[in-house]
């Protein structure tokens, strides 16, 4: 979790999606690893003595919090989203990077998801079959609930506050603005240092 008193501090959060075909595709390839609570371990591919990212099998790495597939992506977004929120509300800037690769679940986790219909029953079912908010929604809900007045500070004069904010994606060396109507219509222009 951020530290606000030292703001330099940074948290790195895992989040394993939950997409069945994703995980069919790993399970075929072979790849084994273990998931649990702060630690990701990469057993190798099966029938080698080699990890996927090309040591020896066993290679494990410690995250401030890993999340498994069977996490609902509200879990991972409020405990990424809550230490941020309190920063920004104590006065310090915070920023929210968010990686994979294709298929990993970044855009599921920035656009959220409408409730799909079935009836399926089984835990990735309802995982898919909920309506969640992505996490620009959820970081300004949740910034906005945290400003409003609940009448404590005795103020008469109403509160102003001031906010700015940038959702962006960058792929393939092209930068978006996500806040805007057809964010493909408005790339921004990358500026070097030179």
Request: hydrophobic share 35%; net charge negative.
């Amino acid at each position: 979790m951020a530290n606000v008193s030292r703001p330099e501090s940074c948290s790195v959060t895992l989040y394993q999606n939950n997409l069945a075909q994703r995980s069919r595709q790993l399970a075929d390839k072979g790849t084994d690893f273990f998931l649990s609570g702060q630690k990701v371990v990469l057993l190798g591919e099966k029938g080698s003595n080699a990890s996927s990212v090309g040591g020896p099998g066993g290679n494990e790495f410690t995250f401030d919090m890993a999340y498994g597939p069977d996490t609902i992506p509200q879990t991972v977004a409020s405990s990424v989203l809550s230490p941020l929120v309190h920063s920004v509300l104590s006065g310090v800037n915070a920023v929210l990077l968010v990686f994979g690769g294709s298929g990993s679940g970044k855009e599921e986790m920035m656009e959220g998801m409408q409730a799909a219909d079935g009836g399926n029953s089984d835990e990735n079912s309802r995982i898919r079959s909920s309506a969640w908010e992505g996490l620009p929604e959820r970081s300004l809900n949740a910034l906005f609930t945290a400003l409003e007045p609940d009448g404590s500070s005795g103020a008469s004069i109403p509160l102003t506050y001031s906010l700015r904010m940038q959702f962006l994606n960058i792929s393939e060396e092209r930068v978006q603005d996500l806040l805007q109507p057809d964010c493909h219509a408005h790339d921004l222009a990358l500026v070097s240092e030179s």
